[in-house]
């Protein structure tokens, strides 16, 4: 079965709005990587996130080992916050292979 | 952010064609890997290196694609005779002591 869920698939805000995108994984964790993926593709690493809540500008991310969960928080979502958010598992450490989320696509209106 | 470069942006085949893609990963990193993702944004490990050693691949690419990273050179993934289910995305990302992995930009695939 699929080792890391992502939720919600899609999500609609009105520019200023917050939101929060979750990711669920059923095995153990290494360490959870989000990215944001360019509408031509390219991805964009904003977070490294072993555990504990890290924080850039706007957005947190916030890994809990013990629950199984991560999470991505935007704040005052603007319309350059359009775009696909990836969650991505690192299960065994160093060279191992990243498992993605299936992403979740926002988008935020003026 | 990222400094992985990756060579075609953009890549036409006609099927049973060979379709040849590189990358040079981030100065200093020595792990490169290779992910495919398809149509349907799902994403798949294919392989990955240390310096210039496979460390892991998946079945798939045993078979018809061919990649290496010598050294002083890019990195290369190569798929023999192209299919049209091998239209997609090619990623390449590396990974320094920090265990974070970089992507560059893409080879975006299609075969016709």
């Known amino acids: 079965g699929q080792q890391v869920q992502q939720s919600p698939a899609s999500l609609v805000l009105q520019e200023g709005e917050n939101a929060e995108l979750q990711c669920n994984f059923s095995?153990?964790?290494?360490?959870m990587q989000w990215f944001y993926q360019r509408p031509e593709g390219s991805l964009v690493s904003l977070f490294y996130n072993p555990s504990g809540t890290k924080q850039s500008g706007r957005l947190t991310s916030t890994t809990v080992i013990k629950e199984r969960r991560s999470s991505l928080h935007i704040s005052s979502s603007q319309i350059t916050d359009s775009g696909t958010y990836l969650c991505?598992?690192?299960?065994?450490?160093?060279?191992?292979?990243?498992?993605f989320g299936s992403g979740t696509k926002v988008i935020v209106l003026p | 952010n990222s400094k992985v470069i990756q060579t075609p942006r953009y890549l036409v085949k006609g099927q049973g064609q060979k379709a040849k893609m590189r990358c040079i990963p981030e100065k200093g990193h020595p792990v490169v890997f290779w992910y495919q993702q398809n149509k349907n944004n799902e994403f798949k490990f294919l392989i990955n290196f240390q310096n210039q050693e496979v460390l892991q691949q998946i079945d798939m690419t045993e078979k018809r694609f061919s990649a290496e990273c010598p050294s002083n050179s890019p990195c290369s993934l190569e798929i023999q005779s192209s299919e049209a289910g091998d239209s997609a995305l090619y990623l390449c990302?590396?990974?320094?002591?920090?265990?974070?992995?970089?992507f560059g930009p893409g080879t975006r695939l299609t075969v016709l």
């Open positions: 095995t153990s964790l290494n360490s």
């Open positions: 991505a598992m690192e299960q065994t450490g160093f060279a191992s292979a990243l498992t």
């Open positions: 990302a590396s990974t320094g002591t920090r265990y974070e992995q970089y």
